[in-house]
């Protein structure tokens, strides 16, 4: 068993931090921003090298501001009304995946259409950068003491900051499921229609998601499931019909 004792902070300058969480978002970025300009596939999609640059502040945008919304209504929205101050706290957590994956969708349809460029195309490319920076962006969560699993006895459970008892460590159960959806992704984009990339992601990580709220502290629950596997079936049902909708169109 391990007692959990890590700073999250990498650095800090006075009252500014800089955060583990943080350099995974920036990094996770980046990342994509270079996939983009580096990979075969993303050469392949893109045709101005202005344009990488442009879809990145478009997926920054949208992602981060649907991630922030959808964890305050969705999660704590009862905390950030009595503290909206803490609404701008980007770095103290708070961000919701299904959220951020929804805006991001929605900055590539807005750039899909403002460019001329094939929705599902962009979608595809995205895929690997986002699997990659899942898998870091939970361990980044598991620094942070944040988002950690029901009590447990297992051996590897750990005591988190402010938490009763061993907890699973869910959080890098999240990232081994990351890690196995971008094997997933690596070798499906070998051979691919469009599409199917998109797709896969979104049924892998809503069924594996859902699988791992089981384990998972639920913040919210309603009825029988958590608040993350409630968001997690839309996500899936879409994925399914975007699969088969590619299928039938082949």
Partial sequence: MFIHNINPVF????????????????????????????????????NSKEYPEDFIFYLILGSLITARLFYIVFYNFGFYISNPVEIIKFWHGGMSIHGGILGAMIAVYYFSKKHNYKFLELADILMIPLAISLIFGRIANFINGELYGRITSVPWAVKFPDSDGFRHPSQLYESLKNSLILIVLYFKSKNFKTGELFALFLILYSALRFAVEFVREPEIVIGFLTMGQILSIPMFVAGIWIYKTVQQKS
Avoid: A, D, N
């Avoid at 500014?16 to 580096?38: A, D, P, S």
């Fill in 11 to 46: 650095l800090s300058f006075g009252p500014i931090e800089i955060r583990y969480y943080g350099i995974v978002y920036f990094l996770g970025f980046l990342l994509t921003l270079l996939y983009l300009k580096k990979s075969k596939l993303g050469k392949k999609t893109f």
